[in-house]
């Protein structure tokens, strides 16, 4: 079956911009996370949605940073005022049930890269 | 603070040289160990989850153990096509807190 999907995979912007990255669980999962992968860092938490509500934002770096989930289905992060530090590959996985102990499948990622 | 720590961040072995990479956690109640695999521009992609200290799953030619503190995955007969970013990551609140990696490379 389908896996998780994101696009852009690629997204160049200049320092300032917004920009929307979007995500397409596993259908029928209702866990969602996003996280933040920098050169030489591990992967870094931003946000886990269950079904459409987001319990844990902690991750979010800053307020210029949003995520949303409708439908219980497609996921969208939203940078806003877009900073050089910005720069890392973002990605989103899923997981069945949303039990931390549940396997989250990740997608391919998007690289942003912000000039 | 909950941690994972990788060693070695980098490993560079022969076609057919078995070893050895750790994943050291400290982590009040574990709920679980998972070791993922990640290729250059791809997202990772899950290999095993291990519940309890002494739990061993194997899949092809790796093999992941458990003890209270440590993870191994062991590569026996690697082959370059194992050549990977291998990630270990354990429980944490709602998500998963990750190790930053151990990088594999195998000539031919």
């Known amino acids: 079956g389908a896996g998780v999907s994101q696009s852009p995979s690629n997204k160049v912007t200049e320092k300032g911009k917004d920009v929307e990255l979007r995500c397409d669980p596993i259908?029928?999962?209702?866990?969602l996370y996003w996280y933040r992968q920098s050169l030489g860092q591990g992967l870094e938490f931003l946000i886990y949605?269950?079904?459409?509500?987001?319990?844990?934002k902690s991750g979010l770096p800053s307020d210029r940073f949003s995520a949303e989930r409708t439908g219980g289905s497609v996921s969208t992060l939203t940078i806003q005022r877009t900073q050089q530090e910005d720069s890392a590959v973002y990605l989103c996985?899923?997981?069945?049930?949303?039990?931390?102990?549940?396997?989250?499948?990740f997608g391919p990622g998007t690289r942003l890269t912000v000039l | 603070e909950d941690q994972v720590t990788q060693s070695p961040e980098a490993l560079r072995l022969q076609e057919g040289e078995s070893s050895s990479l750790n994943c050291s956690y400290t982590?009040?109640?574990?709920?679980?160990l998972f070791w993922y695999r990640q290729d250059p521009g791809k997202g990772p992609e899950f290999l095993f989850t291990?519940?309890?200290a002494g739990e061993e799953k194997e899949k092809e030619r790796l093999k992941a153990t458990l003890t209270k503190k440590e993870s191994f995955l062991h590569i026996t007969a690697p082959k370059p096509e194992d050549s990977a970013t291998y990630l270990c990551?354990?429980?944490?609140?709602?998500?998963?807190?990750f190790g930053k990696g151990t990088m594999l490379l195998v000539s031919p």
């Open positions: 259908s029928g999962h209702t866990a």
């Open positions: 949605f269950q079904g459409n509500s987001a319990p844990d």
């Open positions: 990551a354990v429980p944490r609140g709602s998500t998963l807190t």
């Open positions: 291990l519940y309890s």
């Open positions: 996985a899923s997981s069945l049930v949303g039990s931390v102990t549940d396997t989250q499948y």
């Open positions: 982590v009040s109640g574990l709920r679980g």
